[in-house]
């Protein structure tokens, strides 16, 4: 009886070996062939016979025999089961999951990997347990579900730590990372990704470090934050190539590409993505590898009034990504097609196509791309003003829950831009604030701004530059215009943000350029500070300037001259500068990420200008001037005291800027509202603002959504097709949204 025990267990485990050799060589019909020939002979339970049924399982699941890799599956589950092996039948649990995970039978997915989980714990199998919960988080992102993708890493997280993996943890940080990437908490996403980057760097694990960089640079470029950007890809490429990872070579090429369109130069960016896109389809043809560049593609050539070719890159791309079902990139292209509806003067397919995009953006739970959709749609003419200040408020509500100040800056200028459109005003530039040139009164009762707007007609008899410091939204770039209109009102006034051109790009804007300076300069440009003679320059985010721009700055303000890009020759200048920070210079000096002789250059004359909460007294009058603009308020008429009351209680994190932006969002309510009461509407306002700030980032969507659709629900008197119409959602989207968030239209007054 043993010598018969004995040669069956040989037997079994010479068949394992066999099977297990023949996978590994990757000749997995000839693996199942063998499996089959002797699937009789495994009529009695045992660790073998379990584990052969499991191998087995995984070829028939890599020849997408789905059925019946599933069946040998529950074969080996059963055997292992019997025999009592149960790491055995924890690593099964986690086959049978992939399969099911294959089959779309999610939610049973889901449950296979729980129990292999919940078995690797109770045989204190840190190792195993990690692994279960990285596949369920895995299973958790394919379908959108970030939430619960990222609870479960978490999770593994713990584990990692406990076992002191730093190879885990690195891939660990860097997928927690890109999750918050994709719920829009980038804050997050960076400090998971540069904690994975520094991890992989003691490990001298080269492709993670370059896949972490690419990582944060991509969040650079949703900031805005273009130099950034270019740094991290710049330190991801040589890995890549030292690695010779062709596809994160794709990756690298894609994400450059983009970073060249968005600060306009289209040149270098269709060669970095027809690179890409070669490179894809020498590696992958029709995947979603090549979907990536087409799609980029696509948006570059829209770029250019390019329909066309947009038009050709985006049916490639959308073939793609149909097939895998990815939202994100539908969504995406969808939007794509809706500007070219609009260019192509099709307004009803437009506007049909741009609810559809934001509606699957939606689904996907990914934020970003979501919002530029809303700004897109916002931006478009196809819809009435209402609709597309609704869109607008939408995004800028992510943006500003992000702190994306470019963004914000951006959706400000949209919104004065509709605005005065819908008003048939002419065309005004708007300044940070939203206070236009032609009323530059920098308005406030604080005695520290007045005494210091009193020395500024004493200011345009010297040559000092002027340092104004402060938090964002405090009114920077509007004190810039008032000394402006006070000192050199009859000359220029030209403004630019340091911090939202890449450093090339920067110098030509700033320093301008010969024909022939440099590739792509077919003609001679005059730079800012030449633009700039005989008025007022004004350098925002002067300390995101790079560091060589700093000494060629500093040049510049102890010569009163520049010398353009390829040019010999020296342009003597006469104007004031300003430069502006929310950042603390004097740590930068003292970090060596900014010049001691600049800092002293310009520190001259500075002035900090307090925050919106240490001068409250400021707000009834700045309320009043933006309720006026907004004709919420009459000529001669008085706000109520309860309604400025709620302004004054609210601690304006944002400076002047929220403010401005609170009562374009009351203004948007009351077109909104039939008969809207200012005072109950700034307090459901205020009241959803202070939840938000106990509440998950999830919740806070879901807050948002509830309020908006109660809005519409009040400026439709009920009728959800035209709340559909005005949200831009289908009829159906609505009524499901009604019954999640338990919104009864009897608990609205409908006139």
């Known amino acids: 009886m043993k010598i018969e025990k004995k040669i069956r267990k040989d037997f079994l485990d010479s068949m394992f070996h066999y099977l297990e050799t023949l996978i590994s060589q990757k000749n997995l019909t000839d693996a199942v062939k063998y499996y089959e020939s002797h699937r009789d002979e495994l009529h009695q339970s045992g660790i073998a016979a379990g584990a052969i049924h499991h191998i087995a399982s995984k070829a028939y699941a890599s020849l997408t025999q789905l059925q019946q890799a599933l069946k040998t599956a529950r074969l080996a589950q059963n055997s292992a089961t019997v025999e009592g092996n149960n790491i055995l039948l924890a690593d099964i649990c986690i086959t049978i999951g992939s399969i099911l995970r294959d089959m779309s039978e999610f939610k049973e997915a889901e449950k296979a990997y729980r129990d292999a989980e919940s078995i690797y714990r109770r045989n204190d199998s840190l190792e195993g347990q990690s692994r279960a919960l990285n596949i369920l988080a895995g299973l958790f992102f394919k379908q959108t579900d970030y939430s619960n993708a990222l609870s479960v890493l978490i999770d593994a997280l713990e584990i990692a730590k406990k076992l002191d993996d730093k190879k885990k943890l690195a891939f660990m940080m860097g997928n927690i990372g890109r999750i918050y990437t994709f719920t829009g908490n980038f804050s997050e996403a960076k400090k998971h990704l540069r904690t994975s980057v520094e991890l992989s760097e003691s490990l001298g694990n080269s492709l993670e470090i370059a896949r972490g960089c690419l990582s944060l640079g991509y969040i650079y470029l949703q900031e805005a934050n273009y130099t950034k950007a270019e740094t991290a890809f710049e330190k991801a490429y040589p890995l890549i190539i030292s690695e010779q990872s062709k596809r994160d070579e794709v990756y690298y090429l894609t994400y450059v590409g983009e970073l060249q369109y968005r600060t306009m130069q289209f040149t270098q960016a269709k060669e970095q993505l027809e690179k890409a896109l070669e490179l894809a389809e020498s590696i992958a043809p029709n995947s979603i590898l090549t979907g990536a560049p087409l799609r980029h593609l696509a948006e570059l050539a829209l770029l250019e009034n390019n329909t066309n070719t947009a038009s050709r890159y985006a049916s490639r791309a959308w073939v793609i990504f149909e097939k895998t079902s990815d939202k994100v990139e539908l969504g995406v292209l969808l939007k794509i097609k809706a500007q070219i509806a609009s260019l192509k003067q099709d307004a009803a397919e437009s506007k049909n196509l741009f609810v559809k995009s934001i509606e699957l953006l939606s689904e996907s739970g990914v934020r970003f791309e979501k919002a530029e959709a809303l700004v897109a749609a916002g931006k478009s003419k196809v819809f009435k003003t209402r609709q597309r200040l609704t869109y607008l408020f939408r995004a800028e509500e992510f943006y500003s829950s992000c702190n994306l100040t470019q963004k914000l800056l951006q959706i400000e200028k949209l919104l004065n831009n509709v605005e005065q459109t819908a008003k048939q005003k002419p065309k005004q530039i708007p300044t940070q604030t939203g206070i236009c040139p032609d009323n530059i009164e920098y308005l406030t009762i604080n005695k520290e701004i007045i005494q210091f707007k009193g020395q500024l007609p004493l200011l345009a008899y010297t040559d000092l530059p002027i340092l104004l410091t402060g938090e964002t939204g405090v009114g920077k770039d509007h004190m810039a215009r008032y000394f402006h209109h006070a000192v050199r009102p009859e000359g220029p006034y030209i403004a630019i943000n340091c911090a939202s051109l890449p450093e090339t790009l920067l110098e030509s804007e700033l320093f301008g350029y010969v024909r022939g300076a440099f590739t792509g300069a077919e003609k001679s440009k005059e730079g800012l500070f030449v633009a700039a003679n005989q008025g007022v320059l004004f350098l925002d985010e002067i300390g995101d300037m790079p560091l060589s721009l700093q000494t060629k700055l500093l040049s510049v303000l102890e010569n009163r001259t520049i010398v353009p890009l390829g040019s010999t ?113 700034s307090r459901s306002m205020f009241k959803s603002d202070a939840a938000l700030e106990e509440k998950s980032l999830f919740d806070r969507v879901e807050e948002f959504e509830r309020k908006i659709i109660v809005e519409a629900l009040l400026a439709a008197k009920g009728n959800k097709s035209e709340v559909a119409r005005m949200l831009g959602i289908h009829e159906a989207t609505v009524r499901t949204k009604l019954k999640r968030y338990d919104i009864s239209l009897d608990n609205y007054h409908m006139n």
Do not use: H
């Open 569 to 681: 020759k020296t342009v003597a200048l006469d104007i004031k500068l300003i430069a502006a920070t929310n950042k603390n210079l004097e740590e930068m000096v003292a970090q060596g990420t900014f010049r001691r002789d600049l800092y002293y250059r310009l520190s001259g004359i500075t002035f900090t200008l307090p925050p919106l909460r240490d001068r409250k007294a400021d707000i009834p009058i700045l309320l009043e001037k933006f309720m006026l603009q907004s004709q919420l308020l009459k000529e001669g008429d008085k706000l109520e005291v309860d309604f400025v009351k709620q302004f004054i209680a609210y601690d304006w994190p944002g400076n002047t800027r929220e403010l401005y932006n609170k009562v374009k969002r009351l203004e948007v309510m009351t077109m909104m509202v039939a008969e809207g009461d200012l005072v109950e509407l």
